[in-house]
């Protein structure tokens, strides 16, 4: 598989920005995909990215994507508690490679 | 989105015995994956479900560990054979719909302890 990097664990209080990121060594999909995942519970699909595009912001979340430094990340604003979660950058296009999860714990 | 259900949700196993995992899907979808997150892991491609051909497995997978059904487009299999501890983990199904964004939705996944 690709080989997709994330920091593993990071730590916000509530009403901060939260900044996930990933590094990639391949760049062969046509998009780029956030995913989150709850204690136990299956994967959401929370935003994606087109490859051509740098930045695209969907209400509190953006994503920002440097091709050439194949580093992609995600912004949460105003962090809630609920946004405390893994969350996943996903690569891929026939087939889907994930990265490996950055745990995300939100302090009241 | 697609609305995929799996099952069993969860399972304990003995060890050496085999369990099959099924994954149906609330409309035809062509692609269909099954997915491994071992504890405190991401998620790692086991296979590819080719409807009415055999499976396309990723490196480090075998068909005779885990053999895959899809005998339609709604509807696929994964079983885990002979198990050990080792196989303790989430195991996901995921369809990819067409469409421009083409993202992959997901099961609940079926959390198998093997003891």
């Known amino acids: 598989g690709e080989d997709v990097e994330q920091s593993l664990f990071l730590s916000v209080r509530e009403g901060d920005s939260s900044v996930i990121n990933c590094t990639y060594t391949d760049s062969s999909s046509t998009y780029l995909y956030w995913y989150k995942q709850e204690p136990g519970a299956g994967l959401q699909l929370l935003t994606y990215i087109f490859s051509n595009m740098d930045m695209k912001q969907d209400q509190r979340l953006t994503v920002l994507l440097n091709k050439k430094d194949k580093h992609l990340s995600l912004r949460i604003a105003d962090t809630q508690t609920g946004d405390s979660a893994i969350y996943f950058c996903a690569w891929g296009f026939n087939k889907f490679y994930f990265g490996s999860g950055t745990k995300l714990n939100v302090k009241p | ?115």
Request: overall charge negative.
């Open chain 2, 1 to 115: 989105s697609a609305v995929i259900s799996q099952k069993p949700s969860r399972d304990i196993c003995q060890r050496g015995t085999s369990l099959t995992i099924q994954c149906q899907v609330d409309s035809q979808v062509t692609m269909m994956f099954w997915y491994r997150q071992q504890p405190g892991q991401s998620l790692t491609l086991i296979a590819t479900a080719n409807q009415g051909s055999e499976a396309t497995y990723e490196s480090g997978f075998v068909i005779d560990k885990f053999p895959i059904s899809r005998p339609n487009l709604t509807f696929s299999t994964l079983t885990v054979s002979n198990m050990s501890p080792e196989d303790s983990s989430i195991y996901l199904c995921s369809v990819r719909q067409g469409g421009d964004t083409g993202e992959l939705f997901f099961g609940e996944g079926s959390r198998l302890t093997v003891l």
